[in-house]
Nanobody
Framework: QVQLVESGGGLVQAGGSLRLSCAAS????????MGWFRRAPGKEREFVTA????????SYADSVEGRVTISRDNAKNTVTLQMNSLKPEDTAIYFC?????????????????WGQGTQVTVSS
């Protein structure tokens, strides 16, 4: 059974930083893209960033480009999202997701497995 467990959410002031982590288990392959999505209050879930299985390619939403960095450790089956210069509009539930495959895809429907989400709240 595939499980994705996020950690690291919390409350931070605008301009601050947070690091989110996601640990994956139960996957039968190493070839999967890991991504982060978020759902802000009253909005649809949206793509934030993703990284390919080998860490060779990444993609970032325009809204977070330059402020967040995604990385992964395949030995530990984890993906990390470092978020800096946080803004109140970054407040959302952040979800880790896995897309079994070789490339980065941006639509949530493409992703096969999801974590439960972790709350990030940025105060002004």
């Amino acid at each position: 059974q595939v499980q994705l467990v996020e950690s690291g959410g919390g409350l931070v002031q605008a301009g601050g930083s947070l690091r989110l982590s996601c640990a994956a288990s139960g996957l039968a392959t190493s070839f999967y893209t890991m991504g982060w999505f978020r759902r802000a209050p009253g909005k649809e879930r949206e793509f934030v960033t993703a990284i390919t299985w080998d860490g060779g390619n990444t993609s970032y939403a325009d809204s977070v480009e330059g402020r967040v960095t995604i990385s992964r450790d395949n030995a530990k089956n984890t993906v990390t999202l470092q978020m800096n210069s946080l803004k109140p509009e970054d407040t959302a539930i952040y979800f880790c997701a896995v897309d079994v495959g070789w490339s980065i895809r941006l639509r949530e429907i493409e992703y096969d497995y999801w974590g439960q989400g972790t709350q990030v709240t940025v105060s002004s």
